[in-house]
């Protein structure tokens, strides 16, 4: 699990998020179920080239949810807290 689209999925944008980059200065990312957190670290080291101080995991369990008269579940997924160094910042929209 090398590559960095395997292991950073995607940014997850919300008001809880949000509140976070703010405050704290973390950021929260969609990430491979089978990374840990030194290969989240290096990934987001290597792409937007910032020094991240720590990163927290949680797995986030698949809601049941009912498809008309049928029951199932969506699919368990990975969530990354990344908190960088003070000074260091991430720009997803630049113009």
Same mark, same amino acid.
């Given at each position: 699990m090398s590559e960095l689209h395997d292991v950073l999925i995607r940014p997850i944008f919300s008001e809880k998020t949000t509140a976070l980059q703010n405050a704290d200065?973390?950021? /929260? #990312?969609? !990430? $491979? &179920?089978s990374a840990n957190k030194l290969q989240i670290k290096n990934a987001v080291q290597t792409? #937007? &080239? +910032? =020094? !991240? =101080?720590? !990163?927290? /995991? +949680?797995?986030?369990? $698949? %809601?049941? %949810?009912? #498809? $008309?008269?049928?029951?199932g579940k969506r699919s368990n997924w990975k969530k990354a807290y990344v908190r960088l160094s003070q000074g260091q910042s991430l720009n997803f929209f630049e113009a």
């Open positions: 200065n973390t950021y /929260t #990312f969609e !990430v $491979g &179920e792409l #937007f &080239e +910032v =020094e !991240v =101080e720590a !990163v927290h /995991t +949680v797995i986030m369990r $698949g %809601k049941t %949810k009912r #498809f $008309g008269s049928h029951f």
